[in-house]
């Protein structure tokens, strides 16, 4: 046994040598996840999930962790990481590379084992999700918890149905029935219900269980065509139902120390079509036995009371189990290694004949027990009785005839008897009766050495030759045939090969050894002198079937001749097929049941009966062109021979098969090819016997010249290689020059560039020193212009800083103004105009501030100034003498006092003119005051006017429209002696009609008031109604036409009138004091 530590690994190989499970556990590897810190700690598995192929499977432990293991592949490859324990894992969706995962916060998420990206999150759950189902189509998939179960649509992972359920009766299992469209919903209460998915309508339930052995169920299992449900619990008995008699068929006790089943599972076989036999049970004890349902025989059993089972699934073809032990390590089974030792010859046929109970069958009838070495049939009851047959073996002493016996106990004889009465062997045992009669050595060894030298190049692009849709099917076809071709060379070249072999490798793909072993023994046995004549077909075969054709239909040979039609025609292409293009499945099955359990030379007479079988619609060919082209008219009675060979034909494969025996027994010794064939010979042990049955100097001969051509090809792909990689190091060094060349101009012009540059910076800077002298003496004789024209502008720039200030005032009053009067409505004018003054009066303050505050600052830094020259002149006109500075110091006081005057006199004006101003505008104010109140009054007035009329208006419509209701009135009361008299008509003539028929009066009136249908009088009457309705409509939209207008006259009556008081007072121009 191999043993993997995941470790923190995220991928890597299973397992590093081949496993060879031993027989007595049958473990292929031990898979345990231990962190690798300084405590290494155990990461129990809690689930594992097969995928759809049987091939891989995903577990996850309980940190999250998501595993997918490929047993084919031999590769494990961490997914996700959830970071939350997982209760339930499901891998066989629609899309292969998707999977479900029920986490421990309730939720459900599908991940995808490729892109390892989340695809999708389901909600919904309240309670842990136990158990995920998917449909067989991998469309829709259930989960469930302890208080509901839901239905989801994986394709866009939206809830469908929801099933929800009482407090007090809980879910124990709700899932699919495989192959079928029915959803099973199992209760607490032992209840059990099938539902159709597609409409959730209850079909059927099954009925309690009897009281004698009466359980609580707790596990579930169905068999794969979904017509056995297992159930099990606190017991040791188990129950079987048939769901499709819906009924309890048997009870299984398992041995007394088994008090709980845990987990229940069937064990599929290739050869059971779904009818699965062998159940697997987990007990309390952690111990997994296997027990067929029918024989109640304990196969084998997986686990020990030291190393228990927790949890275990099963691989859809029945290869693998895998087990998550209660240690929390996960352990691969191989099941072919624990079923080597059944897998044994079965015991004597015997034929059981039952006549069923009339009787109501009770519990006891049903029991049955578990026993690991011999059969226990069912107790007999005193009013049924059992009768039975055995077919006794024929115990005379052949002893002459020793190869008619096998290793394992079967008789050729016995089976060829048994073939000729039932015309077949059983579907359940026929893979084993032919492993059996063929003799298989069963040599892993050589067929993995076989195996192990890989596909062969023959082989390589089968997929164009023949596209198959599976790919598992096209990888074991590749294999078998490299294995063919390994073991002997002329199976690369025959073309015919993947014809003759497809078939069996059909049959056998789940085997390839089995399948292997199988047409190497059909090549050297039935197969015998094939390659004589390689590459054409065998001259010599073709022959000894168109002698026997000859001598048993020669009326049949001599069409063919007439019409040139050889043997390669119609008898090579049933060989090189084996008959696999012509029959279905079960009439292959039927005849190679037949053609193993002969002579060699059977499969030869097949052929022969074949043709002769079909000689009627092979005689209606009578034109060349009919054999040879395919797809001739329908209309005619010409049948095309090759189309004919190459597809199926209504025959019945009985008849053909009784002909071969005829002809097995009536042909003569000289021409029956039993005399020119070889006895059976079985392949040997250990490793396969060389083939060498063909013209070998060919085959080495065009093996050679393959060889030399592949040579050939090397060498010239060689050369060639070698002279493109010369051509390209000349291009890549032609390259690098170009661009060192292309490098080395932009440094040379770049230098020359520079240079130039620095040259005519120097001269730049010679100008610039020049003109900055120059500019130095300018900027002196300007400084002293300068300040002579500073004291002549302080004065006029005091007087423009005033003005302009003044005007400043004036163009912000009027602007304000301005905008005012157009926000001015009729209502709010005396209160915009008091908020007005305030503003007003403020803002002229701070502008007088701000005046005095600039006029102080002003003539402060004309003091600073006038100072700063008195003291230069001072200094400079010193030695002038002191008579000057005093002249100069009256002149200024004087110049001071005249210029404090002229200020005054210009601040007295500005007042002046501000209250002038501010007078005509407070009258012009009032004017517009009285103008608005009149314009108000006189809009009162109109708006009472309209009102007026409106109002007479709206009378003078209702009352036309009660006039017109009582008109209608008045029209419905004429109106009512006619209905009258026809109510009274249609009464007579129904009471003509039904004379015995008395109905009291009052009913009668009634029935014809209420029910009979009064079509005059109801047209009538929705003809008036219409009428009116539609005058009543044309008058309401009139009304609504007239107001509409008399609305719009008003609304526009306002607009001119407060557009003509907002011109009015826009002609105001206030002035800020």
């Keep these: 046994m191999q043993s993997i530590n995941l470790g923190n690994k995220e991928s890597g190989k299973i397992w590093h040598r081949k496993p060879s499970p031993a027989t007595r556990d049958g473990i292929i590897v031990n898979i345990i996840h231990n962190t690798s810190d300084y405590l290494p700690k155990v990461l129990r598995f809690l689930n594992v999930a097969f995928d759809s192929s049987g091939d891989s499977l995903i577990a996850g432990d309980h940190q999250g962790n998501i595993y997918v293991l490929d047993l084919y592949g031999n590769r494990f490859n961490l997914v996700q990481r959830t970071s939350q324990p997982c209760t339930a894992l499901a891998f066989n969706l629609h899309r292969k590379s998707e999977f479900l995962v029920a986490l421990a916060d309730y939720s459900i998420k599908c991940f995808d084992t490729v892109t390892k990206q989340l695809v999708s999150w389901m909600r919904g759950h309240a309670s842990s999700v136990f158990s995920v189902s998917v449909h067989a189509s991998g469309r829709y998939a259930i989960t469930a918890s302890s208080e509901t179960a839901q239905l989801w649509d994986l394709d866009t992972f939206q809830r469908k149905r929801k099933l929800n359920i009482l407090q007090s009766v809980g879910i124990q299992k709700v899932f699919f029935l495989p192959l079928t469209n029915t959803i099973l919903s199992c209760f607490k209460d032992n209840s059990i219900f099938a539902w159709e998915c597609d409409t959730l309508v209850c079909k059927y339930q099954l009925p309690a269980p009897p009281e004698s052995s009466s359980i609580l169920y707790k596990v579930f299992a169905v068999t794969r065509d979904g017509q056995i449900l297992a159930a099990g619990g606190k017991s040791n008995h188990l129950h079987l139902w048939c769901l499709e008699a819906k009924q309890l068929f048997r009870i299984i006790q398992m041995p007394t120390k088994v008090r709980a089943i845990r987990h229940l599972e069937f064990l599929p076989d290739s050869f059971d079509a779904g009818s699965n036999q062998v159940l697997g049970v987990l007990c309390q004890d952690g111990i997994m036995r296997f027990v067929n349902i029918q024989t109640c025989k304990l196969l084998f059993e997986i686990g020990s009371l030291d190393e228990g089972i927790s949890s275990s699934a099963i691989s859809p073809h029945g290869r693998y189990i895998a087990s998550i032990m209660e240690n929390g390590s996960l352990n691969i089974y191989s099941v072919q290694t624990l079923t080597k030792e059944i897998n044994k010859p079965p015991p004597p046929l015997v034929k059981v ?87 298989l050595p069963e040599n892993h060894t050589a067929f993995s050495n076989l195996i192990d030298k890989g596909i062969h190049v023959a082989f390589l692009n089968l997929q164009k030759k023949y596209p198959i849709k599976s790919r598992k099917l096209l990888r074991v076809l590749q294999r078998t045939l490299s294995a063919l071709a390994h073991w002997s060379t002329i199976f690369s070249d025959t073309p015919y090969l993947p014809l003759l ?25 039935w197969c015998q002198h094939w390659f004589e004549y390689f590459p054409n077909p065998p001259i010599n075969i073709l022959s000894m079937i168109e002698n026997v054709l000859a001598f048993h239909d020669k009326e049949l040979l001599q069409h063919f001749i007439n019409h040139d039609i050889t043997s390669q025609l119609y008898a090579w292409p049933l060989l090189e097929t084996v008959f696999s293009e012509v029959l279905t499945r079960e009439e292959w099955l039927k005849l190679f049941d037949n053609v193993f359990s002969n002579h060699p030379s059977f499969l030869l007479m097949t052929v022969v009966a074949y043709n002769i079988c079909s000689r009627a619609p092979l005689l209606n060919c009578n034109l060349k062109d ?14 095309s021979l090759q189309y004919f060979f190459h597809h199926r034909n209504n025959l019945d494969i009985s008849a053909v098969i009784r002909e071969v025996y005829r002809l097995m027994d009536t042909t003569p010794t000289d021409i029956h090819p039993d005399s020119m064939l070889d006895v059976f ?109 500073a004291r002549r502008r302080l004065l006029q720039l005091q007087q423009e800083q005033r003005e302009m200030e003044l005007r400043r005032l004036d163009d912000e009053i009027e602007r304000k103004v301005r905008m005012r009067g157009r926000e001015i409505a009729a209502k709010d004018l005396e209160m915009r105009h008091l908020e007005l003054e305030p503003q007003k009066r403020l803002h002229e303050k701070n502008l007088t501030r701000n005046q005095e505050a600039i006029a102080k600052e002003m003539r402060e830094d004309a003091d600073a100034n006038k100072r700063k020259v008195d003291l230069e002149e001072h200094m400079f006109h010193r030695p002038i003498g002191t008579d000057q500075t005093q002249n100069q110091k009256t002149q200024k006081l004087i110049e001071e006092n ?83 008299s026809r109510r009274w008509f249609l009464e007579n003539e129904i009471h003509a009609q039904h004379p015995y028929h008395k109905v009291p009066r009052c009913q009668d009136e009634w029935v014809a008031s209420s029910c009979l249908p009064r079509t005059s009088q109801l047209k009538d009457i929705s003809e008036m109604e219409s009428l009116t309705q539609i005058s009543l409509n044309q008058r309401k939209t009139r009304w609504d036409t007239m107001e509409w207008d008399l609305t719009e006259r008003v609304r526009n009556l306002r607009q001119r009138l407060a557009t003509q008081a907002r011109n009015r007072c826009q002609t105001p121009h206030l002035l800020a004091t």
């Excluded at 009919?626 to 010409?638: A, I, M, P, W, Y």
């Excluded at 009285?930 to 007035?941: G, H, M």
Aim: glycine fraction near 2%; charge should be neutral.
């Design 353 to 439: 004949i039952e006549d069923l109970p009339k009787r109501k069958v009770n519990s006891g009838d049903l029991k049955m027990k578990v026993t690991s070495g011999r059969v226990q049939r069912p107790a007999k009851s005193r009013e049924s009785k059992i009768q039975a047959r055995i077919l006794k073996q024929d115990l005379t002493g052949n002893f002459e005839n020793k190869e008619n016996e096998f290793s394992d106990g079967l008789n050729k004889k016995r089976l060829q008897i048994l073939l000729k009465g039932y015309g077949e062997y059983p579907t359940k045992y026929r893979m084993f009766i032919w492993r059996s009669l063929l003799q």
């Design 501 to 525: 072999a497809f078939p069996f490798v059909k049959l056998f793909q789940n085997n390839q050894l089995i399948c292997f072993e199988v047409v190497a023994t059909l090549i050297i046995n």
């Design 626 to 639: 009919d054999f040879e082209v395919l797809g001739q008219s329908q209309f005619k009675h010409e049948v």
């Design 681 to 789: 010979v079985a392949l040997t042990k250990g490793q396969y016997p060389v083939f060498n049955q063909y013209p070998k100097f060919i085959v080495d001969c065009q093996t050679q010249e393959r060889e030399r051509i592949r040579d050939d090809e090397l060498d010239y792909l060689k050369e060639r290689q070698a002279v493109e990689d010369m051509q390209a190091e000349v291009d890549q060094q032609r390259v690098e020059d170009e661009a060192w060349y292309q490098k080395q101009e932009p440094l040379r012009k770049a230098e020359e560039t520079r240079r130039e540059t620095l040259l005519q910076e120097e001269e730049m800077m010679i100008q610039q020193r020049q003109k900055l002298a120059a500019v130095k003496r300018e900027l002196k004789v300007k400084e002293v212009h300068l300040q002579d024209a």
């Design 898 to 980: 005249l210029a404090k005057a002229e200020q005054a006199c210009l601040n007295t004006d500005w007042r002046i003119q501000a209250l002038h101003k501010q007078r005509c505008d407070d009258l012009h104010r009032n004017e517009c005051y009285q103008e608005v109140a009149k314009l108000l009054r006189k809009n009162r007035k109109k708006e009472m006017e309209v009102l007026n009329a409106v109002m007479e208006e709206e009378a003078k419509k209702w009352e036309e429209a009660e006039e017109q209701d009582f008109h209608l009135k008045s029209e419905k009361k004429a109106a009512a002696p006619s209905d009258a």
